[in-house]
């Protein structure tokens, strides 16, 4: 793709605009920066671009389009929005930054989308490659733009890439080796019309793939068999809960790997190791089918499992305090991944729930809050929505906090020995902290300090 003398507008001002910009420039693009937030807002995200640029702040306009060649949507950047539709409608090509990374690629790719669980997916077949001798990048949604890595791999680099649906949406070609779809729940209805387009976003993962390509599958989740039919790379499957005939599969904690012989991992035994919960146990599945497709040395990949841990806010331990653990799970922001996360303990469980609302339905939640939670916290916009969610099934063992502070001092002070302190949010962070890591962060904190003052 010949960039020399284009004009190119991005749309949306954040890390993977940055990416294309500085890229796009080097490969001899005029650059067209479009963004909501004003001037003074953007100046801290723009200090570090050191290209020249013309900058729309406070607002799109038709500048975005007009005598422009091509326009790249940040993901935050609905393909819905009106001028993005009156773009197509003047001729004016529109990519997303994965479908300009994929167009400028030679390496094959390995992505991974998903409700939960993607991160920690994507990073842990990003390590089994490294661990057997492989030139592999990490990137994505995970927060590496992909068309960063894209420029220093070659056909023989791995590029090992977490995608979000809102990425998904302005794909046009992009065809991974391995598509990697991990589980669906209700989450983004504030951005999708609705959860069967928030699937079918999901599902476009597997779009262009073809019969030299493959795909692989959770077994236990209905949505993902549902797509299944239509897909037409090979198929490898995930299970903890079935026999599969080509793929990954649990008995008791053991793995066991089909391929075309069997292939059994009678080391692996997941109670020993680092992951917590059962979601976990689907992500390493996940990634054994990949090292399975890859054809990897298996039992080289043992020591891998044993040494992977928790990615920072996923079930993260913060700290133990008089015989309580407290576990940030702030990533958690959705009610699948709660829901997942509850699951995981047997001990009772002071959860902290609440955040931004995402016009998500906390039914299922509620319930599982009814059976498995000793008592609950809630704070943030959508405090009162989860309360009533878990008081539906009869649950009044419900806190309202009015800050995270207020949340923790709460829970340490009802907690006995035993218990876990669990944050997870099933919300996103933005009502009270700019991101769910910064909201983690501060968890931790307050945590360390109640430690120190124990």
Do not use: W
Request: charged share 25%; glycine share 6%; aromatic share 8%.
């Amino acid at each position: 793709m010949d960039f020399k003398g284009k004009k190119i507008s991005i749309m949306g001002v954040g890390k993977s605009a940055l990416a294309c910009a500085k890229i796009l420039y080097n490969l001899g693009a005029e650059i067209f920066l479009s963004d909501c937030k004003d001037e003074e807002k953007l100046k801290s995200i723009l200090k570090d671009l050191d290209i020249p640029y013309t900058l729309e702040s406070g607002g799109h306009t038709r500048a975005l389009y007009q005598n422009k060649d091509l326009i790249i949507i940040s993901p935050g950047v609905s393909i819905h929005h009106p001028l993005i539709n009156e773009a197509k409608e003047n001729a004016v090509k529109v990519l997303s930054e994965i479908e300009l990374a994929y167009q400028m690629s030679s390496g094959p790719i390995i992505a991974v989308t998903g409700t939960n669980g993607k991160s920690t997916t994507t990073t842990l077949i990003y390590e089994m490659l490294i661990a057997s001798h492989k030139k592999a990048y990490l990137a994505g949604n995970i927060g590496i733009p992909l068309i960063s890595e894209i420029i220093k791999a070659d056909r023989n680099s791995f590029l090992v890439t977490e995608i979000s649906s809102f990425q998904l949406e302005g794909i046009i070609d992009f065809k991974p080796k391995i598509a990697i779809f991990l589980n669906i729940t209700s989450d983004h209805l504030d951005r999708h019309k609705s959860f069967e387009e928030y699937l079918r976003m999901k599902a476009r993962i597997f779009e262009n793939q073809d019969k030299d390509d493959f795909a692989v599958l959770n077994a236990d989740d209905s949505y993902c068999m549902k797509i299944a039919p239509q897909i037409k790379a090979q198929k490898f499957y995930f299970s903890r809960k079935q026999k599969i005939s080509k793929g990954a599969y649990l008995e008791g904690q053991l793995i066991k790997l089909v391929d075309d012989e069997l292939k059994e991992i009678n080391e692996i035994n997941l109670e020993k190791y680092n992951l917590l919960g059962v979601h976990n146990q689907e992500n390493i599945l996940a990634g054994f089918c990949a090292a399975l497709i890859l054809k990897l040395n298996l039992l080289n990949l043992i020591k891998v499992i044993k040494e992977f841990k928790a990615l920072k806010h996923r079930l993260e331990l913060a700290a133990e305090i008089n015989g309580v653990k407290y576990i940030d799970d702030s990533k958690a922001t959705n009610p699948g991944a709660v829901i997942a996360a509850l699951k995981s303990f047997d001990e009772p469980i002071i959860l902290i729930a609440g955040g931004k609302d995402k016009e998500m339905d906390f039914r299922d939640l509620g319930e599982i809050i009814s059976k498995k939670v000793k008592a609950l916290i809630t704070i943030g916009e959508s405090s009162f929505k989860i309360a009533q969610s878990a008081s539906f099934f009869n649950f009044n063992k419900i806190f309202l906090a009015r800050t995270l502070k207020e949340a923790v001092d709460l829970a340490y002070s009802i907690s006995r020995i035993g218990d876990i302190v669990l944050l997870s949010p099933a919300c996103a962070s933005f009502d009270m902290f700019n991101s769910a890591e910064e909201r983690g962060e501060i968890f931790k904190n307050l945590v360390l300090k109640l430690k120190e003052g124990s």
